[in-house]
């Protein structure tokens, strides 16, 4: 039998069928040819309704999701810039190590000054470890795939990545939600702030946020990583992500589509609406405020959170609330690099330029460093 790809390309699948006509053996009973990942469901459909013959598609998505298992995917997010991959790489590995440093900065300073040991440092020292996992999860793959022709991913790996990035991006919802949180009790109750805000308390929210990432990235992974890939084996995109997996498979993943938006809702809508509510009531508080310097102290303590959350929820909604077909790739992928990789690397400049305290600690482990060298010289 010669080899169905070679039939469909030409349009002739009645060739094919006639060599499994019932004096050949039915197309249940032959043994399948290897299925080209470019057939979709869809034309499985369209053969069928078009011979009457009882074509198995449930076997023929089997051989072709087995066949995206072995070959993995490829990623195509960089293929735009195929002559710009040098300097595409030098400005990726610039920004992942000014990340590192940023948000490790901000670690090691927080763990190490007294002054910092708060509710509201401590969600920051979550949040600048949780820009570091976040960051560190598809920017190696990027960095990998800027050398290498092939820029391929295997199916193992796609389904890792897409685990820890919904998991990470799902905690920082609920984190901003609870930085958010933090401040309205600071500044909305201050007298009864120790006591809300203590450190058992601090760390349930901590586990909690952490815990609903983890469970809500095993549903969308389990979910997405059982559908059968046939349309395709191409990822228009610099990384894995539920809707261009989505995009890829042959069966019908209504379910996924339902989860992916009652989830969306519940981690992204729902915090941000928390976030909002909380800076009205703070807004509200701030004004009744009679000392201007007062009330500049109050806001300068919320400033630096509300510029992370208007940059995360931006790139965000930017990144994910846009039409689907109608822009070039060059897009997609200048807007995934904002969403997933600037950000990140943004976070504690903010922290670090909006905030007296942090630099002011900084300052002092500066300073620290200089006259520890300079006793040591001495």
Same mark, same amino acid.
């Given at each position: 039998?010669?080899?169905?790809?070679?039939?469909?390309?030409?349009?002739?699948?009645?060739?094919?069928?006639?060599?499994?006509? #019932?004096?050949?053996?039915?197309?249940?009973?032959?043994?399948?040819?290897?299925?080209?990942?470019?057939?979709?469901?869809?034309?499985?459909?369209?053969?069928?309704?078009?011979?009457?013959?009882?074509?198995?598609?449930?076997?023929?998505?089997?051989?072709?999701?087995?066949?995206?298992?072995?070959?993995?995917?490829?990623?195509?997010?960089?293929?735009?810039?195929?002559?710009?991959?040098?300097?595409?790489?030098?400005?990726?590995? &610039?920004?992942?190590?000014?990340?590192?440093?940023?948000?490790?900065?901000?670690?090691?300073?927080?763990?190490?000054?007294?002054?910092?040991?708060? #509710?509201?440092?401590?969600?920051? +020292?979550? /949040?600048?470890?949780?820009?570091?996992?976040?960051?560190?999860?598809?920017?190696? +793959?990027?960095?990998?795939?800027?050398?290498?022709?092939?820029?391929?991913?295997?199916?193992?790996?796609?389904?890792?990545?897409?685990?820890?990035?919904?998991?990470?991006?799902?905690?920082?919802?609920?984190? !901003?939600?609870?930085?958010?949180?933090?401040?309205?009790?600071?500044?909305?109750? #201050?007298?009864?702030?120790?006591?809300?805000?203590?450190?058992?308390?601090?760390?349930?929210?901590?586990?909690?946020?952490?815990?609903?990432?983890? /469970?809500?990235?095993?549903?969308?992974?389990?979910?997405?990583?059982?559908?059968?890939?046939?349309?395709?084996?191409?990822?228009?995109?610099?990384?894995?992500?539920?809707?261009?997996? /989505?995009?890829?498979?042959?069966?019908?993943?209504?379910?996924? +589509?339902?989860?992916?938006?009652?989830?969306?809702?519940?981690?992204?809508?729902?915090?941000?609406?928390?976030?909002?509510? =909380?800076?009205?009531?703070?807004?509200? &508080?701030? !004004?009744?405020?009679?000392? #201007?310097?007062?009330? +500049?102290? &109050?806001?300068?303590?919320?400033?630096?959170?509300?510029?992370?959350?208007?940059?995360?929820?931006?790139?965000?909604?930017?990144?994910?609330?846009?039409?689907?077909?109608?822009?070039?790739?060059?897009?997609?992928?200048?807007?995934?690099? /904002?969403?997933?990789?600037?950000?990140?690397?943004?976070?504690? !400049?903010?922290?670090?330029?909006?905030?007296?305290?942090?630099?002011?600690?900084?300052?002092?482990?500066?300073?620290?460093?200089?006259?520890?060298?300079? =006793?040591?010289?001495?």
């Amino acid at each position: 039998m010669e080899d169905f790809l070679e039939y469909w390309e030409r349009g002739s699948y009645f060739l094919f069928l006639e060599e499994c006509s #019932p004096g050949h053996g039915s197309l249940e009973d032959t043994d399948y040819p290897k299925i080209p990942e470019t057939i979709s469901k869809h034309s499985w459909h369209s053969l069928k309704r078009s011979t009457g013959w009882n074509i198995d598609t449930g076997a023929a998505e089997q051989e072709m999701g087995n066949r995206t298992a072995e070959l993995g995917f490829t990623l195509l997010g960089f293929s735009t810039f195929q002559e710009q991959h040098k300097l595409v790489f030098v400005a990726l590995l &610039a920004v992942y190590l000014m990340a590192l440093v940023g948000n490790g900065m901000i670690l090691i300073i927080v763990w190490l000054d007294s002054g910092l040991q708060t #509710p509201m440092y401590y969600f920051l +020292q979550n /949040l600048s470890f949780l820009d570091i996992c976040y960051i560190s999860v598809t920017l190696p +793959q990027m960095l990998n795939n800027l050398l290498k022709e092939e820029k391929a991913i295997s199916f193992q790996a796609c389904f890792t990545q897409l685990y820890f990035l919904i998991t990470f991006v799902g905690v920082e919802c609920i984190l !901003l939600a609870i930085m958010a949180y933090d401040r309205y009790l600071a500044i909305c109750h #201050p007298l009864r702030y120790a006591a809300l805000m203590s450190r058992k308390t601090c760390l349930q929210l901590a586990v909690a946020s952490w815990t609903c990432g983890l /469970l809500n990235s095993a549903l969308h992974t389990g979910l997405t990583s059982v559908l059968p890939f046939c349309a395709s084996h191409h990822i228009a995109h610099l990384f894995c992500d539920v809707p261009q997996l /989505l995009k890829l498979s042959c069966s019908d993943t209504s379910l996924n +589509q339902v989860v992916l938006l009652a989830v969306t809702v519940l981690l992204g809508a729902i915090p941000f609406l928390c976030i909002v509510v =909380s800076y009205v009531a703070i807004t509200r &508080a701030v !004004l009744q405020i009679r000392f #201007p310097q007062a009330q +500049q102290k &109050a806001f300068s303590t919320c400033a630096s959170h509300l510029a992370v959350v208007t940059l995360f929820y931006t790139t965000c909604m930017f990144n994910y609330n846009r039409p689907t077909s109608g822009h070039p790739l060059y897009v997609d992928t200048l807007a995934s690099m /904002l969403y997933n990789v600037v950000t990140p690397m943004l976070n504690p !400049l903010i922290y670090s330029l909006r905030n007296k305290e942090v630099k002011a600690a900084l300052k002092h482990a500066i300073g620290q460093k200089k006259f520890l060298s300079e =006793s040591m010289r001495a």
